[in-house]
């Protein structure tokens, strides 16, 4: 059927429109397709944002680390005086800004968060995305077979009353005999039609069913994103030797050093806020990981990093709750790196003596009678499950696609964007629309909105 055909049906079912001699007949329903879609439609904008943001906050870490680099690199100013040769530095060595500080690690620091935010946020955000654009093309492609099917219900249902009255008349055997051929072609392809429909209707519910869960794992990642961008200035903060004195600059003979403005007091007694920012870095390997294990809560940064309470609360074992979203955290002691690279495993076990998890909830019931909830692990392996096929070919193929960038921002569904005013102020300026990482070419960052 073509697009007039489906206009038609639609404009029939929109002003109630039965089928003669069927008072019962219903349309078919996609309806709690389309109700699930119009909720992760929603989702998927704040998704766009939080995309948008991390990657701003990357750039500004990126360019604010740059711009110290080369601060910690340049020259210190020297004192001058006559000489009978004319003017001339007081010392002949020029002294650096950064005395004492490793500043070569502050780009790998930039490499390893842009990398992290890239792996642990950006990409899971990006295969739910990815995932919600497939199902929502799919579900336009399967409410056209929907018209189809109830345009060709009607004319085969017009044909099989035809074909009675006929009969009943005792009309020509020619006449009915092919009218009796055309029901018979418009039934057989009504049925076609409808298994075609329940088919796609099922596998995009299923899909549906898997982006739900999946969104459930959201709220690790955003912690994610929190924690690799603390633990990137801890590390920053760390490549300074604040133990090493800076070399005092040489002064004409009878100059008062004493009489400077500028008093260097802030981190005068910094020995105490050092370690606890030693420990906000190793705090993730302490615990047992940067998230306390893949997709897990605690463990890692709420137990002995600064992410709660200055790494003052016990370790205490994670429970893991990774879903299709990703994966935040490395249970392995993988040296000072708290961005090593996830190998596996599970939550960090408790500390002998470790208190009670203050984060936990209350306990939940383990009677019989009450239906355990699926984990949100469920979803790294979906399939099965209330009857369930495996998730279809098509949305597992698009969710995988996802881990490739793609550099072109073209959602249809902006018209309902609560964040548009936010996303107004690039249009003057769109070079300065945080959709990559600064200064390179789009890797892990240009994420098709």
Not at 158 to 178: G, H, R
Not at 244 to 261: H, I, K, W, Y
Request: net charge neutral.
């Amino acid at each position: 059927m073509g697009a007039l055909g489906r206009f038609g049906e639609k404009v029939k079912q929109a002003f109630g429109c039965g089928i003669a001699g069927e008072k019962d007949w219903k349309p078919s329903s996609n309806k709690r397709n389309n109700a699930m879609l119009k909720e992760c439609k929603k989702f998927a904008h704040c998704l766009r944002a939080l995309k948008n943001e991390v990657l701003a906050w990357g750039n500004v870490a990126e360019g604010g680390l740059g711009t110290m680099k080369t601060m910690l690199e340049s020259s210190l100013p020297r004192a001058y005086h006559e000489t009978a040769m004319g003017v001339e530095p007081l010392s002949t060595t020029e002294e650096i800004v950064g005395q004492g500080v490793r500043c070569d690690q502050l780009p790998a620091t930039v490499d390893d968060m842009k990398e992290q935010l890239s792996m642990q946020v950006l990409e899971p955000v990006e295969q739910w995305l990815s995932g919600y654009r497939i199902i929502k093309d799919r579900n336009k492609k399967c409410e056209r077979v929907r018209l189809d099917l109830d345009a060709q219900t009607r004319e085969a249902t017009v044909l099989t009353e035809k074909y009675n009255k006929q009969v009943a008349k005792d009309d020509q055997a020619d006449a009915v005999e092919s009218l009796k051929f055309k029901m018979q072609i418009a039934e057989d392809k009504k049925q076609r039609l409808s298994e075609r429909y329940n088919e796609m209707e099922n596998e995009i519910y299923h899909a549906l069913l898997i982006q739900v869960l999946d969104s459930t794992a959201l709220r690790e990642h955003i912690a994610g994103a929190i924690f690799i961008m603390q633990t990137t200035f801890n590390k920053a903060y760390l490549s300074f030797n604040l133990n090493q004195p800076v070399e005092p600059p040489l002064m004409p003979a009878g100059f008062d050093t004493s009489n400077r403005l500028v008093q260097s007091t802030l981190l005068e007694n910094s020995k105490t806020l050092r370690m606890s920012m030693a420990r906000a870095s190793l705090g993730g390997v302490e615990g047992g990981g940067m998230m306390g294990g893949p997709g897990s809560v605690g463990g890692g940064s709420m137990g002995g990093a600064s992410m709660a309470h200055g790494g003052a609360q016990p370790a205490y074992g994670g429970k893991p709750v990774g879903g299709g979203l990703g994966k935040i955290g490395d249970d392995d002691d993988d040296g000072e790196n708290p961005f090593a690279k996830p190998s596996g495993g599970g939550g960090a076990a408790a500390k002998p003596g470790a208190e009670a998890n203050p984060f936990a909830g209350p306990a939940k019931s383990t009677s019989p009678d009450v239906a355990k909830k699926p984990e949100a692990g469920a979803a790294k392996k979906p399939g099965g499950g209330a009857g369930l096929p495996a998730p279809p070919a098509w949305y597992t193929e698009a969710r995988e696609k996802a881990r490739a960038p793609n550099e072109t921002d073209d959602d249809s569904d902006d018209g309902g964007n609560p964040f548009a005013s936010s996303a107004a102020k690039y249009a003057s300026n769109p070079s300065s629309r945080p959709g990559t990482w600064r200064g390179q070419r789009p890797s892990m960052g240009a994420f098709k909105a």
